[in-house]
């Protein structure tokens, strides 16, 4: 099982923030990520309330095309999750792997069209994102050996006030970037 713990926020200083992060780490890679999400027929992820638990994607990168299903564990009332389980494998013909969705009745929901750009600053990966139609945000996702959910969220809490972000507990948003999108229509 991959386990994910991630905390995102909004910003509206970017660049400020960019600076920051490049003192504290090292840029792994700047890309433009098309997610295509979907839901079968028989279940429709994103109509669990208050928001969905369950997503499957198809992310577009500039080097590979990849299937993704993300489960959150342990989601709360107010969208809080302790982690995620993710699932992925690449596809080798995203062409014929979208006729095969459709003609299982899966349906595009909606799409995430973000330019990325990677950092590693020590057990905290950051992705500083800019998604049409949304604005600017950072993620910190713990990727050290942490021992425990809680701990991994706390060294992302710190890292981000590390950033001079201030109130990073209540400024976490708990939905995803689809979810955002489909709500800011």
């Known amino acids: 099982m991959n386990v994910e713990v991630e905390v995102k926020i909004k910003i509206d200083n970017f660049e400020e923030i ?5 003192g504290m780490g090292k840029l792994i890679k700047s890309i433009r990520q098309v997610d295509d999400y979907f839901v079968p027929s028989h279940r429709d992820f994103f ?4 928001d969905p638990t369950e997503w ?3 992310r577009t990168n500039p080097d590979k ?4 299903y993300d489960l959150s564990i342990n989601k709360k009332a107010d969208g809080d999750q302790e982690c995620a389980e993710e699932y992925e494998t690449e596809i ?9 969705l459709n003609f299982l009745d899966f349906k595009k929901v909606v799409t995430v069209d973000k330019q990325r750009e990677y950092w590693m600053c020590g057990d905290i990966e950051v992705a500083l994102d800019i998604i049409e139609g949304l604005g600017s945000f950072i993620e910190a996702e713990a990727k050290g050996d942490f021992k425990s959910l809680v701990e991994a969220k706390k060294a992302c809490y710190d890292f981000l006030r590390n950033l001079g972000i201030e109130d990073v507990e209540n400024r976490h948003i708990k939905k995803g970037y689809p979810v955002l999108i489909l709500e800011n229509k």
């Open 92 to 100: 080798s013909s995203p062409e014929d792997f979208r006729k095969i």
């Open 56 to 58: 499957l994607r198809i």
């Open 47 to 50: 109509s669990q309330k208050p």
């Open 18 to 22: 960019k600076e920051k992060v490049a």
């Open 65 to 68: 095309t990849i299937f993704e």
